[in-house]
């Protein structure tokens, strides 16, 4: 096992920081890793807004709810789906590009190229020592993030990388087992091994949890999961695409 996959194997969210910034040479290489990762037709439809501002950390703390490490780390960053500058670059020729940056497919770009992008970021943090956190919660009040970091249409935000100096070291949290994730050519066919892997995975999480809490909290996974998608969230999201250029026809 190499450097890079003992690195990987070894990632959890780190939810409290040092109060120690990060450098200007650490944030470059942070940044220049991200923009190495793969990008669909080299169209690379993200951008990424460090935030060092230490009011408007703050206030991103308070909208993402009220999570204190989205204030007080060593470098935050937001990345967004960006299709701005395709737009611009559009203009330069007077070509119109509208109806393929308003398609599904395209945002679906935007969306996994900022995702890459991001883990990249994380695998070069975590390789320098730093620990990370990323940071969903921004989708609750897009409009006025959107407002907070003055972007333009054609730009969304969508989620948060908190980056710094860990000051814990939390208990990994177990994932799912391979065979429900992982398919050889077709998906499980077997539904009742399929099910079996979730009840086994159940008896492992709430072993975790049972430990993690003394004995407060013992819910298995499929528990949780089923809970937490019996309501909807953040119902808004097809209404503020809109507004931002993203109609997604």
Not at 16 to 45: D, G, M
Not at 177 to 196: G, L, T
Request: include cysteine; hydrophobic fraction near 35%.
């Amino acid at each position: 096992m190499n450097q890079t996959i003992e690195t990987l194997l070894e990632h959890r969210s780190i939810r409290a920081f040092e109060n120690k910034p990060l450098t200007e040479e650490q944030i470059y290489t942070i940044v220049r890793s991200a923009q190495a990762a793969s990008t669909s037709s080299y169209i690379q439809a993200y951008s990424i807004i460090g935030v060092k501002d230490e009011m408007k950390k703050k206030k991103l703390a308070e909208l993402a709810g009220n999570q204190s490490y989205v204030e007080k780390n060593g470098h935050f960053f937001v990345f967004c789906a960006d299709y701005n500058r395709h737009h611009e670059a559009a203009n330069l020729h007077n070509i119109d590009v509208t109806e393929t940056t308003e398609s599904t497919e395209k945002f679906m770009v935007g969306l996994i190229d900022a995702s890459l992008a991001a883990q990249n970021a994380t695998i070069a943090a975590e390789s320098m020592g730093l620990g990370i956190c990323y940071i969903g919660g921004l989708r609750n009040s897009l409009s006025e993030v959107s407002k907070l970091l003055n972007l333009p249409s054609k730009v969304i935000p969508l989620f948060g990388l908190c980056v710094g100096y860990p000051e814990q070291t939390p208990v990994k949290k177990p994932r799912l087992p391979m065979r429900n994730v992982y398919h050889v050519d077709e998906y499980e066919p077997n539904k009742q091994a399929f099910i079996n892997g979730l009840k086994e995975y159940d008896e492992t999480i709430s072993s975790y949890y049972e430990e993690r809490t003394q004995g407060q909290r013992k819910a298995g996974w499929t528990s949780l999961m089923a809970n937490k998608l019996a309501n909807p969230v953040r119902t808004y999201m097809k209404e503020f695409l809109q507004k931002k250029g993203f109609p997604l026809k």
